[in-house]
């Protein structure tokens, strides 16, 4: 039981490059959440999903894109990276069931 | 749009003191608190969940209490050891959105 599984671990990207930040998890949770966690401010949500095909902005979306096309992965895209976004990427999900969150080990990215 | 806090932002105590962590939160709907546990440059690790009916929870030498009128959580740590030296966040999940607070860095001195 592999829980939740972020996909890279390290990344390095130059300003203007694009990538996507994959998330799979194997608990069958209904929602899915990205964050991005910068010294001193906490965790502050980017998107999240209240299901499959469905998506909604957080507290900090500009920049970023989501999708959730299979009810087990929640892709996040940057489309043009700047250094602001330089962070530590983390995913989470949680189910009304269990309600119990659980999160990923994180993506750590840099920006230059 | 639900804030938490945490106060404080650092602690420092000697080894064998109890801890004390406060968390706060401006919307007392809630669905359930989970208290978790960062270790530098690490994930989260879940330490409790309090599920909204709720009023305490316990682990080892963790308790967790939730007063959910006044939007108050506390996180007690027994004994503390050198060990539980890490960052503690608290999260409330209300309209299916989880909601952190900055977190409380421990440091325990041996």
């Known amino acids: 039981n592999a829980g939740v599984t972020q996909t890279p671990k390290f990344r390095v990207l130059k300003t203007g490059q694009s990538m996507t930040l994959l998330c799979a998890q194997d608990m069958n949770h209904e929602y899915m959440y990205w964050y991005r966690q910068d010294p001193g401010m906490g965790l502050r949500l980017i998107h999240y999903s209240v299901g499959e095909g469905t998506t909604a902005k957080g507290e900090v979306p500009d920049g970023y894109n989501v999708s959730r096309l299979k009810k087990q992965n929640f892709l996040l895209g940057l489309e043009s990276a700047a250094p602001s976004q330089t962070s530590v990427y983390f995913c989470a999900t949680w189910d009304s069931l269990n309600t119990e969150a659980f999160f990923g080990q994180g993506t750590r990215l840099t920006v230059v | 749009k639900q804030e938490v806090t945490q106060i404080p932002a650092a602690l420092s105590v000697p080894e064998g003191e109890n801890l004390v962590l406060n968390c706060s939160f401006t919307?007392?709907?809630?669905?359930?608190l989970q208290w978790f546990r960062q270790d530098p440059g690490k994930g989260l690790t879940s330490l409790l969940l309090i599920q909204s009916s709720q009023r305490e929870q316990t682990s080892g030498r963790l308790n967790a209490s939730l007063d959910k009128s006044s939007g108050r959580s506390t996180l007690y740590i027994a004994a503390s050891q050198p060990g539980d030296s890490a960052t503690y966040l608290c999260a409330v999940i209300n309209d299916y959105k989880l909601s952190f607070g900055a977190g409380t860095t421990v440091t325990v001195r041996a």
């Open positions: 919307d007392s709907a809630i669905y359930n």
